[in-house]
Nanobody
């Protein structure tokens, strides 16, 4: 239902764009989480169905990524994106997308690995 892509190896200070394409369902809220080695999965960013604030929606970021990451969605393509700039080694993790269906059920995509070298 959710297919994440775009991970890879990048040097510190670099950028990556992650994509998560949904199929079979539409989602009210789409989010990105990440899980570093031997750590718990943590919230990164979320976006409502309305998109950015300028579009009448709502966007939320974890403090650790504010100002560096941007989440967006294309409802016509049922895809959510995560633009990651100024990457740090501490951003190294497996990134997962999550979609919350209109009935409140959460669906997870498979992870995509982001490795930031120093």
């Amino acid at each position: 239902q959710l297919q994440a892509s775009g991970g890879g190896l990048v040097q510190a200070g670099g950028s990556l764009i992650l994509s998560c394409a949904a199929s079979g369902s539409t989602f009210s809220i789409m989010s990105w989480y990440r899980q570093a080695p031997e750590k718990q999965r943590k919230f990164v960013a979320g976006i409502s169905s309305g998109g950015s604030a300028s579009s009448g929606g709502r966007v939320v970021y974890a403090d650790s990524v504010k100002g560096r990451f941007t989440i967006s969605r294309d409802n016509a393509k049922d895809t959510v994106y995560l633009q990651m700039n100024s990457l740090k080694p501490g951003d190294t993790a497996v990134y997962y997308c999550k979609g919350r269906a209109w009935d409140g059920v959460d669906y997870w995509g498979q992870g995509t690995l982001v490795t930031v070298s120093s």
